[in-house]
Nanobody
Framework: QVHLMESGGALVQAGESLRLSCLAS????????MAWYRQTPGKQRELVAE???????NYAASVAGRFTISRDNAKETLYLEMNSLKPEDTAVYFC??????????WGQGTQVTVSS
C-alpha cells in the first residue's frame, strides 16, 4: 500500500521561500508521473508543477521561474521549491502520483499561507 504525505507548509511573508516535501511510503520510483496541485476555497484544484521524467517538467504559468519540482527516488521524496512567494500562492498544496496501470494517489495536503 502506497501513501503520499506532504510536509513543509507554513505561514511566510511575501518574497520568502519555502520547500514542500512529499514522502511516498512504499516507494517513489514506481511512479512515472508526480505532481503538485493546489486548491483554495471555492475553486478547483489546479496543477502547479509536474515531473514525468528525469528532466521533463511542466509548470503553471503563474509559478514558472519561481517554483522548482524535483524528486529523489532514493529518499522516496518529491519536492517543491517555492521562491519569491506571493499572497496569491496561498493554498492547500497536494502531492499527486500515478503509476502505470494504477489509480492516482493523493496526499492529504499541506497549508501554505503567504502574508503581504
Amino acid at each position: 500500500q502506497v501513501h503520499l504525505m506532504e510536509s513543509g507548509g507554513a505561514l511566510v511573508q511575501a518574497g520568502e521561500s519555502l520547500r514542500l516535501s512529499c514522502l511516498a511510503s512504499g516507494g517513489l520510483s514506481s511512479f512515472n508521473e508526480m505532481a503538485w496541485y493546489r486548491q483554495t476555497p471555492g475553486k478547483q484544484r489546479e496543477l502547479v508543477a509536474e515531473i514525468t521524467g528525469p528532466r521533463k517538467t511542466n509548470y503553471a504559468a503563474s509559478v514558472a521561474g519561481r517554483f522548482t519540482i524535483s524528486r529523489d527516488n532514493a529518499k522516496e521524496t518529491l519536492y517543491l521549491e517555492m521562491n519569491s512567494l506571493k499572497p496569491e500562492d496561498t493554498a492547500v498544496y497536494f502531492c499527486y502520483g500515478r503509476r502505470p496501470f494504477d489509480t492516482p494517489y493523493w496526499g492529504q495536503g499541506t497549508q501554505v499561507t503567504v502574508s503581504s
